[in-house]
């Protein structure tokens, strides 16, 4: 088999070219960088355990598993982050969210910052990297999930705390911003199927998908330093219903931000300044 081949076989099995690529790359054990070695070797044979390798990364990608649970990592906001089953693969459009957090965060020194469900590690890593006098804090009730996020984090050389809890159960405010990318899915969602392969727990809160959001919106002001934020992110349908969350629970500043796509996906509020 050779790379133009093996690329013809993937399009025959329903494969977008560019993932053929990189998994293509990833059995030849080269980076992802590397396409174009692939034209420049395109009538080359493919080692039998390279073929092999991409036959069986092929069978599962047509079968909708995750790119980047195949080639073991995602790009978020500039980090190389490992992925696996345990995780939520992060989303470019929870960049949005860590763009709203590190907003939110100028002009504050030293901030403390606590990102609640953190999977990966992607929201906290992220703001570790980009305010290095941080104190980050990052929270999963999955022990799984803490693994990949704390390899992530000694891996990228970042100074993130990781505590195993439900939400703010084990807090140590007060912080300057609560971020989070909680499950939001409702129970019933046909997405859910498309979503197979990724933790469930980590994506259904609910018959309407804010259980989760309704436990830190109530738990947060407790938490929460004078004119700290909660900023959240949530479905394409619910920023309306979170601003009256935030609201009713006492947030000043309440508004949302959306996403690449135009869409309302992140909705957060100031706890207003005490005395």
Not at 40 to 62: N, T
Not at 64 to 76: C, D, I, R, T, W
Not at 178 to 185: D, E, G, I, K
Request: proline share 4%; charged share 20%; aromatic share 6%.
């Amino acid at each position: 088999m050779t790379p133009a081949q093996a690329l013809q076989q993937a399009a025959a099995a329903g494969v977008a070219r560019l993932d053929a690529q990189l998994l293509l790359l990833h059995a030849l054990g080269r980076p992802a960088t590397d396409r174009a070695w692939l034209v420049a070797h395109d009538d080359e044979a493919i080692a039998a355990d390279a073929a092999q390798a991409f036959q069986g990364f092929l069978v599962r990608r047509a079968a909708g598993e995750p790119l980047a649970y195949l080639v073991g990592y995602k790009e978020f906001f500039g980090l190389d982050l490992q992925v696996d089953a345990r995780v939520l693969v992060p989303r470019p459009d929870t960049e949005t969210l860590v763009e709203w957090a590190l907003e939110v965060l100028t002009g504050r020194a030293a901030p403390r910052v606590v990102d609640l469900g953190t999977g990966s590690g992607a929201i906290a890593l992220a703001i570790a990297c980009r305010r290095r006098d941080a104190e980050v804090e990052a929270v999963d009730a999955s022990a799984g999930a803490l693994a990949v996020a704390t390899q992530n984090a000694r891996r990228l050389d970042l100074p993130v705390h990781f505590v195993q809890a439900r939400w703010l159960a084990q807090a140590r405010g007060p912080y300057d911003l609560v971020v989070s990318n909680p499950p939001y899915v409702a129970a019933g969602d046909e997405h859910l199927q498309a979503l197979r392969h990724e933790p469930r727990e980590a994506l259904v809160a609910g018959a309407d998908g804010l259980d989760d959001v309704r436990e830190i919106v109530h738990q947060a002001p407790a938490v929460l330093a004078s004119g700290g934020w909660l900023l959240l992110e949530h479905g394409w349908d619910q920023a309306a219903a979170v601003r009256g969350l935030l609201q009713a629970a006492g947030f000043a500043d309440v508004g949302s931000r959306r996403d690449l796509a135009g869409i309302e996906r992140c909705t957060g509020g100031r706890r207003l300044e005490q005395g």
